[in-house]
Nanobody, 124 residues
């Protein structure tokens, strides 16, 4: 089992910054890509940013140029630096990890894992 715990959310003014963190329960080679998702009230959960095990990032168009995803594989921690925040960024942000099933000893794990979420609220 992989347990993910997010932190760093809060209330900020438009144009401000926050850094989210996601700590995994253990350092495991079974974790490959990691990602941040978000879900606003009444909307579907959407992918915000994804990073491969080697550190290659991908971003949703809505956050490109403002958000930066990174990871520390030694600490087994995922980060999301959010700058120039907008009210439309308001959502619960969720950490996600993907399992590398090409490794035989990882195949007993679920395909992916989710954190409990952390609230980000951006005021006008």
């Amino acid at each position: 089992q992989v347990y993910l715990v997010e932190s760093g959310g809060g209330l900020v003014q438009a144009g401000g910054s926050l850094r989210l963190s996601c700590a995994a329960s253990r350092d495991t080679v079974c974790i490959s890509a990691m990602a941040w998702y978000r879900q606003a009230p009444g909307k579907e959960r959407e992918l915000v940013a994804l990073i491969t095990n080697n550190g290659s990032p991908n971003y949703a168009d809505s956050v490109k140029g403002r958000f930066t995803i990174s990871r520390d594989n030694v600490k087994n921690t995922l980060y999301l630096q959010m700058n120039s925040l907008k009210p439309e960024d308001t959502a619960v942000y969720y950490c996600n990890s993907n399992t590398n099933r090409s490794l035989w000893f990882c195949q007993d794990l679920s395909n992916d894992y989710w954190g409990q979420g952390t609230q980000v609220t951006v005021s006008s």
